[in-house]
């Protein structure tokens, strides 16, 4: 499979996505637990059926230690053990951030309170970016059909500065 476009081998493209790494830092540097991070971008891309990004925060997680059996059972979440109170608000947020079209008011506000509950605001403030940052990529490789599979942990480091 190919893409459809080549986001990486375009001037303009590049120079957006230099600057969409350099946002996913200010997350990256935020307070908000990485394995959270990445256990949030990871449910967003199976939800968007992004297979790129899929590949990346599957393999940027086990990169960082998270174990097979929670990146498996990630979407399925609601029915698995293996996950916080914290972590579940957060995939909650995830999927109701993500499937804002399918929810009359968006975030419900028993999952808010949940956020509300395990977060304080600077979290918040990095999660909730997150789950806009992720759905944001989700779709520029779906639009384009970037393939999954060949992505490496810290292949895009060089892109943010």
């Given at each position: 499979?190919?893409?459809?476009?080549?986001l990486?081998?375009?001037?303009?493209?590049?120079?957006?996505?230099?600057?969409?790494?350099?946002?996913?830092?200010?997350?990256?540097?935020?307070?908000?637990?990485?394995?959270?991070q990445?256990?949030?971008?990871?449910?967003?891309?199976?939800?968007?059926?992004?297979?790129?990004?899929?590949?990346?925060?599957?393999?940027?997680?086990?990169?960082?230690?998270e174990?097979?059996?929670?990146?498996?059972?990630?979407?399925?979440?609601?029915?698995?053990?293996?996950?916080?109170?914290?972590?579940?608000?957060?995939?909650?947020?995830?999927?109701?951030g993500?499937?804002?079209?399918?929810?009359?008011?968006?975030?419900?506000?028993?999952?808010?309170?949940?956020?509300?509950?395990?977060?304080?605001?600077?979290?918040?403030?990095?999660?909730v970016?997150?789950?806009?940052?992720?759905?944001?990529?989700?779709?520029?490789?779906?639009?384009?059909?970037n393939?999954?599979?060949?992505?490496?942990?810290?292949?895009?480091a060089?892109?943010?500065?």
């Amino acid at each position: 499979m190919d893409a459809r476009f080549n986001l990486f081998d375009n001037e303009l493209a590049v120079k957006f996505g230099k600057r969409f790494a350099n946002a996913s830092l200010v997350i990256g540097q935020s307070s908000l637990p990485k394995a959270t991070q990445e256990l949030v971008s990871l449910r967003a891309s199976q939800i968007n059926g992004c297979g790129f990004c899929t590949d990346m925060h599957t393999k940027d997680a086990a990169a960082a230690g998270e174990t097979p059996v929670r990146l498996n059972l990630v979407a399925a979440w609601r029915e698995a053990t293996v996950f916080t109170e914290a972590e579940r608000a957060a995939l909650a947020l995830a999927e109701e951030g993500t499937r804002l079209a399918d929810h009359h008011h968006g975030v419900s506000d028993e999952t808010w309170a949940q956020v509300r509950k395990h977060y304080d605001d600077d979290q918040i403030a990095a999660l909730v970016s997150l789950v806009a940052l992720i759905n944001a990529a989700n779709r520029l490789n779906v639009i384009v059909r970037n393939p999954a599979g060949s992505y490496e942990p810290g292949m895009f480091a060089d892109m943010k500065s």
